[in-house]
């Protein structure tokens, strides 16, 4: 068990272009979760898979949002055309259906957008 | 609707003291309660979780917490602070959707030696 991991580590961008995050999650789940963090603030729900279907999206992910997951393994979260609000660190999270569900979370990407 | 609140932004305590770190919850429906640790450049860890049954949970660490439903709180306690748990220290809540968590701001603790 490797955990949850996330590529890359960090990201600078400039306003306007597009950026893609890769999440490994842990090798056994199916279910992967993305959030996000801003500073000050504790990290928000963004969207959730299970398998390869994406179940739930919140509102805060707009229509520059885009997360796939294609064959229930790695996902990956793009943000198109990118604003300096988009700056945070996104989250992933995975779990094993059933029993209690804890979810193991990744180091996170942190974004900058200038 | 959901929500975590966590009294104090910033906590400071003396190497040996307790640490009382407060968090207060709404939930309509039964909640399962987590406290994460966030360790500066490192991602979130478990620290401890209530689902159901003894309402006293401990965790790792040293670090317990105590589900009062009367009281709608799940305050994570430590007898005795050491330097390492310097971090930030976040309360969650999962309820009918379990798959959505929802946090509380965050406290930071401090610990002066």
């Known amino acids: 068990d490797t955990g949850v991991s996330q590529d890359p580590r960090h990201k600078i961008t400039k306003r306007g272009q597009n950026v893609t995050f890769r999440c490994d999650p842990i090798s056994e789940h199916n279910r992967l979760y993305w959030y996000r963090q801003t500073l000050g603030q504790g990290p928000e729900f963004l969207t959730y898979?299970?398998?390869?279907?994406?179940?739930?999206k919140s509102r805060l992910l707009s229509d520059r949002f885009s997360a796939e997951r294609p064959k229930g393994s790695f996902s990956t979260l793009e943000i198109q055309r990118t604003e300096q609000g988009d700056s945070a660190m996104y989250l992933c999270?995975?779990?094993?259906?059933?029993?209690?569900?804890?979810?193991?979370f990744g180091p996170g990407t942190r974004l900058l957008v200038l | 609707a959901q929500s975590v609140t966590q009294l104090g932004s910033h906590v400071s305590v003396s190497e040996g003291a307790l640490v009382l770190l407060r968090c207060n919850y709404s939930?309509?429906?039964?909640?399962?309660l987590f406290w994460y640790v966030q360790y500066p450049n490192q991602g979130l860890q478990l620290l401890l979780k209530?689902?159901?049954?003894?309402?006293l949970v401990k965790g790792i660490n040293g670090f317990e917490a105590e589900f009062k439903k009367s009281e709608t709180s799940f305050h994570l306690t430590k007898p005795s602070a050491h330097m390492s748990d310097a971090a930030e220290y976040f309360c969650?809540?999962?309820?009918?959707?379990?798959?959505?968590?929802?946090f509380g701001k965050g406290t930071k603790l401090s610990v002066i030696p």
């Open positions: 209530y689902t159901t049954g003894a309402t």
């Open positions: 969650v809540l999962s309820g009918a959707r379990s798959y959505q968590l929802t």
């Open positions: 999270a995975s779990s094993s259906q059933g029993g209690e569900e804890t979810q193991y």
């Open positions: 939930s309509s429906v039964p909640p399962y």
């Open positions: 898979f299970q398998n390869e279907a994406q179940l739930e």
